[in-house]
């Protein structure tokens, strides 16, 4: 089972890059209501509306739990002290952290282009990681 992060979403949108890929895939997808959500807010045009209406129709929606919440504030709480991230960067992290975590509860692999962030978080609670 695989949840992709928004970032190969908006990357095939915009160059067409992991068409290959989504076609050979074999895992069972599902989609992240955060990933959703951050979707939603920079979806401007008809046919990314249309994308977006498509994935939520056809693929089952995970959403983070009170659980999941929770640790990821305490995992922000942790970078901040260890790696002095500051607010803004905290911010930027935060959905990240909750759709790694949303993955984790279901055992699914995350599927990013965002390397950095994502392996970041890995080292603090680790989970399936796969970077496209």
Known sequence: MVIFDSSIFVDDLRTGCHAQRFASLDDLVR???VVLAEL???ATTKAEQLFLR???RKYPI???TEKNWLESGQLLLK???DLGFEGRKLRDL???VLIAL???SHGATLITSNR???ETICAYRDFKLEVW
């Open 94 to 96: 935060h959905f990240d």
């Open 79 to 81: 970078m901040q002290h």
């Open 102 to 104: 949303t993955a984790l």
């Open 62 to 64: 995970f959403s983070p």
């Open 54 to 56: 498509t994935l939520e």
């Open 31 to 33: 989609t992240s209501a």
């Open 40 to 42: 939603w807010r920079g």
């Open 116 to 118: 950095a962030d994502f």
